[in-house]
C-alpha cells in the first residue's frame, strides 16, 4: 500500500505565493514520475506540472513562469512552488505519483489540498 499526504493549501490574495508539498509513503520500490493536477469547481481534472526521476519538469501552459515543481527523493516528496497566484488559479490540488514494483507501473493519488485566491 502506498499513502500521499498533501500539505501547503490555503487562502491567499492575488499576487501572492503558496507552496504545496505531498509525501509518499508505504510499500515503495522506486518513483518514476511525480505531478500535480488541480480540479476547479464545474470543470475537468487538469494535469497542472509534473516531472521525471531525471528532474526534467513540464507545465501546463497557463502556469508557466509562476509555478516551479521539484522532488525530493530521499523524502519521497514532491514540492509545487506557485507565485504571482490569480484567481483562475483556485482549485483543488491533487498530488500523482507512479511508482515501480513487479516490473511495471502503479499510479496513487493525495487526498487533494485547497487552493483559493481572491481578487
Known amino acids: 500500500q502506498v499513502q500521499l499526504v498533501e500539505s501547503g493549501g490555503g487562502l491567499v490574495q492575488a499576487g501572492g505565493s503558496l507552496r504545496l508539498s505531498c509525501a509518499a509513503s508505504?510499500?515503495?520500490?522506486?518513483?518514476?514520475?511525480m505531478g500535480w493536477y488541480r480540479q476547479a469547481p464545474g470543470k475537468e481534472r487538469e494535469l497542472v506540472a509534473t516531472?521525471?526521476?531525471?528532474?526534467?519538469?513540464t507545465y501546463t501552459d497557463s502556469v508557466k513562469g509562476r509555478f516551479s515543481i521539484s522532488r525530493d527523493n530521499a523524502k519521497n516528496t514532491v514540492l509545487l512552488q506557485m507565485n504571482s497566484l490569480k484567481p483562475e488559479d483556485t482549485a483543488i490540488y491533487y498530488c500523482n505519483i507512479e511508482v515501480v514494483r513487479w516490473n511495471r507501473a502503479w499510479y496513487y493519488w493525495g487526498q487533494g489540498t485547497q487552493v483559493t485566491v481572491s481578487s
Open positions: 508505504g510499500s515503495i520500490v522506486s518513483i518514476n514520475a
Open positions: 516531472i521525471t526521476s531525471g528532474g526534467i519538469s
